[in-house]
DNA sequence: GCACTAAGTGGAGGGACCCTCCGTATAATA
DNA sequence: TATTATACGGAGGGTCCCTCCACTTAGTGC
């Protein structure tokens, strides 16, 4: 994914450990100053880090990569969440306490949103990557919830997907409409009750 | 619109000619160096128009001023299109006229797009406005077109709008592959013959 | 035509930013 | 411990946005 996991399985030598330490304060500090400050600049970072900016651009030869790597990161929370949830929660609080996980990572996204679209353009793997990750997340938490009759039956994960994705990256809506739109939609992913008309 | 516009309509003395033809000669400046790189610099502008970085930044006091100003201006001509194509065409040479020059105009942006994103987002009004303007551009010759009947009559302007808009604006798609899908959009939008089945 | 003045111009330079380069330091190895 | 490939730091080059202000000029009233 990064330089380094393609290095570290170069046959040569193994990664000196400094340079594991520092990726790994780089990758921290990054995230910390996008969420903050929504944009930041190298020598941020690296200061944040308690680098200088050569080794940032060592361990990330371009700031385009380091957008890439914050999100990649940030991708494997959000899975991590949704499997956390599975694994330790009742499938309807996995529905719920993952939604608005998934909103809150969403809704930080959007003044890195810029940024995030020219890693896009630069690499649509990425992109793909990302998407398809996030769904089967959405996937594994909603599906349960459907095989245990908690979730109604004829939504799948990809469309509420579809549906809170965009709403978080529309500049329009404060994080408290967010908020309780996801609550809505949670009411609605109920099972109906049998119709009555 | 701009900042001269609003000058000029100020009581004091009426804007000096020479601050006019200046502002001309940035803007076709600007739109020109858009064009050709997708991305440029304000002292290129400036040079390109013959003039220094300090008159630029009289005219536009900010970058994204500009940006702003050569896409209005952009909507204007395709808007000017319509109406030429509507005025001298018979009804069906104006929408195919008219559809491929809407094409031509919105591929042309593609590079412009991340520009154009941050226009939007410090002045959401743009955004509407231009959607607006160009919708009303693609009615007018729609709906001549239905009212002649050589257009079918179940398809809206802003339906064939928002068929082509995204298209354009997708990063995956070549020139020539959007020239052959408007040539398919518009076989497609002839009325359909009596249904045979 | 001429002098006056508000409007307009030009471009050096400040400050921020991305990125490169290379002398120095250090972790791993033998 | 000596060796060496690896990694580090940060000065500085180049670019860009924007400001500032001394200078120029178009329009106005006489």
């Given at each position: 994914m990064t330089i380094q996991d393609e290095r570290a399985e170069s046959p040569g030598r193994p990664q000196r450990a400094d340079a594991r330490r520092n990726h790994d304060l780089l990758l921290r500090a990054a995230r910390e100053l996008f969420d903050e400050e929504g944009d930041t600049?190298?020598?941020?970072?690296?200061?944040?880090?308690?680098?200088?900016?050569?080794?940032?651009?060592?361990?990330?030869?371009r700031r385009i990569d380091v957008v890439e790597a914050v999100y990649r990161d940030d991708v494997d929370q959000v899975v991590a969440v949704a499997e956390r949830?599975?694994?330790?929660?009742?499938?309807?609080?996995?529905?719920?306490?993952?939604?608005?996980?998934?909103?809150?990572?969403?809704?930080?996204?959007?003044?890195?949103?810029?940024?995030?679209?020219?890693?896009?353009?630069?690499?649509?793997?990425?992109?793909c990557d990302a998407r398809e990750r996030l769904e089967a997340a959405i996937r594994l938490v909603v599906e349960r919830g459907q095989g245990?009759?908690?979730?109604?039956?004829?939504?799948?994960?990809?469309?509420?997907?579809?549906?809170?994705?965009?709403?978080?990256?529309?500049?329009s809506l404060t994080r408290e409409q967010c908020d309780r739109l996801v609550g809505m939609v949670l009411d609605g992913l109920r099972p109906p009750v049998a119709a009555t008309r």
């Open positions: 600049s190298m020598e941020a970072i690296a200061k944040r880090a308690g680098v200088g900016v050569g080794t940032l651009y060592r361990h990330f030869p949830d599975v694994a330790t929660m009742t499938p309807w609080e996995a529905v719920d306490s993952f939604l608005h996980a998934f909103v809150t990572y969403a809704f930080g996204k959007r003044r890195f949103l810029t940024e995030l679209r020219e890693a896009f353009e630069k690499n649509p793997e990425l992109r245990a009759g908690v979730v109604r039956a004829d939504v799948t994960g990809d469309e509420v997907f579809g549906l809170l994705g965009p709403m978080c990256t529309s500049a």
